[in-house]
């Protein structure tokens, strides 16, 4: 018998630690003598208020999407990918090459040519560490850690020797073909008649976050390699005995989990900035622990935890740009969620089981 | 110690021998900035060992040194004591492990000790600027130490005189005086630490707590109470190093100013195999790459040159070789990583 109804589990724990992390948050601005109340609004009105506003939030909560499905995929086979930041990294790295090297006529071929690149790359970042967990033994969240760092030098390297372009000091690439720009959604909306978010830099890829969510739904619950990944997350000696190969699904999570990081890239490479920066990422990879573990390892949780912290993101710009509150708050609140969803769930869940298995002797008793 | 254990320590020594060859006055000033950046490496080093011996893994420490240098830094300004600034840090980064998060989450409610190290990460990262900005008003940075609330470097008695002598000269005067205090805390704790865990029944109790609880829970012996004084520990020596790096190795606390050595550190502690001696030289090796990687941004070996970024990677690209286990396998103590449950 379950503890608790399921409802309460997927819906109530995620929320109580959202408000828990809100509350603590709220004293610390409290603590820094400005308004709680004052700031939500702030944050409010500007990732929501107006179409700018959301064009931001939908552009932060489709890098959100990725790093989070990415960090979710690798959840189910228990592997805790911390390199989501390396990956995705490495993911600007194959978008670049692919649209500075390969020419491209047109962004609706470009896109598939550099969502393939993003993937390569990304998914090529997390197979070593898969490799070495699977084969050696060694601790997936300590080598995807080296990982990320490893993927900072390299990309230094490249952008500083390599892709700079002559004359140029900023370690950037050179700018991307003109035909290969993305549309963003406000070029979309004005297509049809309507003014959207204008000088945003939401695009269309988040149609194919929105896609991606939907893929990985299907692969974790209705395929069979879903099925392995599941089985071998949740005990490894019983998968070997149904004939799962841990290797094996071991390296295939991690390829998915590291494809799905890379894939970020085509948001915030290709759609914004159309060249490769240096520090592209900008702690999305990290995000994506805090979305996959508030989003309950799910794939519409996981969209609604990226449009949450989406919403974060875009507000705690305009909160510093408005009050004097710094942009840091939303890391501050990034480490509340992650603490109360992920470390300190037992806290948040022990008494809620309790209060559950009171309430149902009661029914039992009458 | 077996020859494989040692490897380190010759790669070290060969290092330093065949720089002083080559270009003394380069070497010494090189190997004494490398004393210098190793120092808050070996602390946070030897502050994860205690962790992890213990059981309780350990990926916050960055998070607790960059915690510490905020506050020992602010401390320091504002009493102008560089002492006080340490006590500070000491407290920043002992609250930050005990009672906020790491003891209450991976012991007391048997947590996921990995995530709550993210948190930790981004808890000290994001409170530090906003404390900071709304204290200072200045970025997130503190106002520049001088005088009294930094660590100023002292002599060791004869240096002077000692100066002229050839080769003890430069190494006693050059290298071994004229540190600050911390970093002669942080040598000393090696031996110290040694001590504790493999001479002393708290230590022995300690490493068995990490490697199979159970068996310290039959004997009487509280699993939790010892993982929490584990963590205490780590909190004091992440304090130390992140004091140091504010008030010793900079003067002052800049945004992000752990830049990942809490990182490096933990690479350090694998490539050292969880113990005391080859901690101290795996982190002088960390300590060594930097020193390189800062006075050569391309290093011409002759054949190949090899850029700053490389030797930045290096410390990483050595922990995944060895954590790959095809040079000397590192093997963690049994037990970390997982919550002890008490059976009923």
């Known amino acids: ?366 | 110690m077996r020859i494989k254990d040692s490897l380190t320590a010759i790669i070290v020594v060969a290092i330093c021998l065949v720089w002083a060859f080559v270009d003394a006055r380069a070497a010494q000033q090189g190997i004494d900035s490398a004393l210098r950046l190793m120092t808050p490496l070996l602390l946070a080093c030897l502050a994860g060992l205690y962790s992890e011996r213990a059981g309780v893994f350990d990926i916050g420490l960055e998070g607790k040194m960059l915690m510490a240098a905020f506050t020992a830094a602010s401390a320091a300004y504002l009493t102008g004591s560089a002492w006080l600034g340490l006590l500070a840090g000491i407290a920043g980064a002992l609250a930050l492990s005990l009672s906020l998060v790491h003891g209450l989450a991976s012991i007391t409610f048997r947590g996921n000790q990995l995530i709550a190290g993210v948190a930790i990460n981004f808890l000290a990262s994001g409170l530090t600027v906003l404390v900071g900005q709304n204290a200072f008003g200045l970025g997130g940075r503190t106002p520049s130490l001088s005088g009294a609330g930094r660590f100023n470097p002292i002599d060791l008695p004869f240096a002077e005189t000692l100066s002229g002598v050839p080769v003890i000269g430069p190494i006693y005067s050059g290298l071994i005086s004229g540190q600050t205090i911390l970093v002669y805390v942080a040598f000393a704790m090696v031996p110290l630490t040694w001590w504790v865990l493999f001479r002393t029944r708290f230590g022995l109790r300690l490493r068995a707590v990490g490697e199979n609880p159970a068996s310290v829970d039959t004997a009487g012996v509280s699993v939790t109470r010892l993982r929490y004084a584990a963590v205490a520990i780590c909190g004091v020596l992440t304090g130390i190093a992140g004091a140091y790096l504010a008030t010793g190795l900079s003067a002052g606390f800049v945004k992000e100013m752990t830049a990942g050595r809490g990182f490096i550190a933990l690479a350090a502690l694998i490539f050292a195999k969880w113990k005391p001696w080859q901690a101290l030289f795996a982190t002088f090796l960390f300590g060594l790459l930097e020193a390189i990687a800062n006075l050569y941004p391309n290093l011409d070996l002759g054949i190949v040159v090899v850029p700053s970024m490389f030797m930045n990677a290096l410390p990483y690209i050595l922990t995944v070789i060895i954590l790959a286990g095809f040079v000397g396998r590192a093997i963690p103590p049994r037990a970390g990583g997982e919550p002890y449950v008490k059976e009923r």
């Not at chain 1, 990309?155 to 700079?164: A, D, I, K, P, S």
């Open chain 1, 1 to 366: 018998m379950d503890k608790m109804p399921k409802w309460a589990d997927v819906i109530l724990t995620p929320l109580i630690s959202l408000v828990l992390a809100m509350a603590i948050s709220a004293l610390v601005i409290l603590a820094i003598g400005e308004s709680p109340w004052e700031a939500m609004k702030t944050m409010v009105q500007g990732a929501l208020g107006s179409s700018y506003g959301w064009g931001f939030t939908l552009y932060y909560a489709t890098n959100f999407i990725f790093t989070g499905l990415a960090v979710m995929v690798a959840y189910h086979a228990s592997l805790f990918n911390i390199g989501g930041e390396g990956q995705a990294a490495m993911g600007g790295l194959g978008v670049a090459l692919a649209l500075l090297y390969i020419p491209l006529p047109h962004w609706a071929l470009a896109l598939p040519v550099a969502m393939v690149g993003a993937a390569i790359l990304g998914a090529a970042w997390a197979f070593i560490p898969a490799i070495l967990q699977a084969k050696r033994g060694s601790h997936i969240v300590i080598t995807t850690i080296m990982f990320n760092f490893i993927a900072a030098a390299a990309l230094n390297y490249v952008l500083v020797r390599l892709l700079r372009p002559v004359g140029s000091m900023d370690p950037a690439s050179a700018r991307f073909p003109e035909a290969t720009n993305l549309p963003s959604l406000s070029d979309a909306f004005a297509s049809i008649g309507i003014e959207w978010g204008r000088n945003t830099p939401a695009n269309v890829t988040f149609f194919i976050a929105l896609l991606a969510c939907l893929l990985v739904w299907l692969l974790i619950w209705r395929t069979r390699m879903g099925y392995e990944i599941r089985a071998l997350g949740k005990s490894e000696p019983g998968a070997v005995y149904a004939g799962i190969s841990p290797v094996r699904i071991t390296v295939i999570a991690m390829l998915i989990s590291g494809g799905l990081a890379g894939m970020m890239a085509i948001n915030n490479v290709m759609g914004e900035a159309e060249r490769l920066v240096l520090n592209a990422v900008e702690g999305a990879g990290f995000i994506g622990i805090a979305v996959a573990l508030m989003g309950r390892n799910h794939p519409f949780g996981v969209l609604l935890a990226a449009l949450l912290f989406g919403f974060l993101y875009q507000g705690g710009g305009e909160l510093a740009l408005w009050t004097s509150i710094p942009r840091e708050l939303i890391i501050v609140i990034q480490a509340l969620v992650i603490l109360f969803t992920g470390a300190l769930d037992n806290m948040v869940r022990m008494p809620l089981e309790r209060l559950f298995l009171r309430l149902r002797r009661k029914e039992v008793a009458e």
